[in-house]
């Protein structure tokens, strides 16, 4: 079995039980139910961008299918972006979305505008209870080789659209806070 960049193992618990585990500046990017955009945007004074990795029709992963309630061979959208704060990137997203839900939807034009800019500027947006996972960095490399000591991940429904947003927190982000935290 390959893992790729996004790949991670079957260990998303609630978030709520992942709180012990973590340290109270964590759990304020973590936890937090608002948009991971204006969060990153508010926390540095570099630029924010978005570098898309990769976009289009695939397969749902064994995970993403049981948190969407979807058959593991129905087609969805994905898009992998890293978010980036100046040069250096923060957070790896994985997106995914049923195809048959995305009639109207605009997120196959966004290019390298967050998801989370547009989503959260929609009336209606709903955000699912937030599951966390704890070090996925032997299944998660990303494509800039580094680790990750958090993920998490929500499914956002707009009307009919269900979007499983998977974020992972970067070993970059892990050293700033660290530096921050003393």
Do not use: N
Not at 66 to 95: C, F, K, N, Q, Y
Not at 104 to 128: I, N
């Amino acid at each position: 079995m390959t893992h790729d960049r996004f790949s991670a193992g079957p260990h998303w618990l609630p978030a709520a039980a992942q709180r012990p585990r973590m340290s109270a500046a964590w759990w304020r990017w973590v936890a937090s139910r608002g948009s991971l955009t204006a969060q990153l945007r508010a926390a540095s004074t570099q630029p924010f961008g978005v570098r898309l990795l990769a976009q289009g029709i695939s397969r749902p992963r064994h995970t993403e299918a049981r948190a969407l309630g979807l058959d593991p061979r129905a087609r969805i959208w994905r898009r992998e972006v890293m978010l980036m704060l100046g040069d250096t990137p923060w957070v790896a997203a994985r997106s995914v979305a049923p195809l048959a839900s995305l009639h109207g939807a605009r997120l196959q034009s966004l290019g390298t505008r967050s998801l989370g800019s547009w989503l959260f500027r929609q009336p209606g947006l709903e955000r699912g209870p937030i599951e966390i996972i704890r070090s996925p960095a032997p299944t998660l490399v990303t494509a800039f080789g580094r680790a990750t000591p958090w993920g998490r991940r929500s499914v956002l429904r707009l009307g009919h659209t269900a979007i499983l947003v998977q974020e992972f927190f970067l070993d970059a982000m892990d050293a700033d806070l660290a530096l921050s935290s003393r």
